[in-house]
Structure formats: C-alpha cells, structure tokens
C-alpha cells in the first residue's frame, strides 16, 4: 500500500483532559491524490499548488484507493462548530528531514466541537479545496470512532513523504 499522510499524532481532549490519543496512523493514497500529484508537478494547467490544503473528517467504514469526490465521504460533520481545517502551503508546513527521509511536517491542527456534538468520525481526510470539488488526496483511519461533544476538541500533526514516515 502506498503512503502519502501520517497522522504523527493525535489527541481527543475532553474537559482539558486527553481522553484517547494515537500515534503514526498511515492514510490511504487515493488515485485522484496520486493523478493530483503528477498533473501538480507536469502539467500545471490542470492541477496547481492550492494556496491551502484542507483537513476534514468522516465516517467511511473502509477508505478505499478507488474513493473520490463528490460521492466518496460518508458523515462529514456539518454543525456545531465543524469545519475543513486550512492548512497553508505556504506556510503550514516545516520541511525537515527525519531518519534520512525528508518530509513535510504539518503545524498543528484542531478541530472543536461547539454548541452541540458530531460524530462519529473514523478518518481524517486531505484535500485541496474547501469543498468537494477538488482532488480527495489521502485518507488516515483514525484507529477509533470518535464522537466529539461540545467542548471537546481533536488536535494533531500529520507529516507527508514520498516514503514511508518513520515515527
């Protein structure tokens, strides 16, 4: 399986406390990420660099390689303070190399729950627009559905590479 995204870590904190947290989870490249990828880097008319990528959250039982946009997500919070994260490309990221690969490293970034709950969630999904538009680049399975409740929030750092990501 190829890997693209890993979630470096990730924590879900409820009344300040951390109430399960997760380490290296490996996403899913999806075939529109990788055509993202190359049309990206040899034929800029199709595919250029986003002023962001953004961060979402879904329910998708299985992420598949096959999956894309519009019909691909399954349960993508719409209320109670959820949005898609906007990560800058410009700026969101720290290149840095770790164990001999070099990577992108992400800021953090955290997703809250405010004025009711969402869930369940099962995947952090990256994309390069705010919308379902775009190129559904990679999945990361969480490991464990979450459902936040108001108040809670998620916050992690994910890295991408061409190789795997070592820990």
Known sequence: MKHLLTILEIDHVRNGEVIWQAENLKNVLHTQGEEYMLTALFKTTVADIPTF???GLDNRTTPDASDAFPTALQDEPTTNGYSRQAV??????????VD?????????VSFAASGGS?????????TDKINDTGYLIA???????RTLQDGDFITMKFALAL?????
Request: neutral net charge; glycine residues 10%; charged residues 15%.
């Open 139 to 145: 999945t990361a399975p969480l490991g464990s559905t």
């Open 100 to 108: 001999g690969i070099t990577r992108a490293t992400s800021l953090i």
């Open 53 to 55: 990528y953004y961060l």
């Open 118 to 126: 969402w869930g369940p969630i099962r995947n952090l999904f990256l």
């Open 163 to 167: 190789k795997d990501v070592p820990a």
């Open 88 to 97: 800058s490309s410009a700026t969101g990221f720290v290149i840095e190399e």
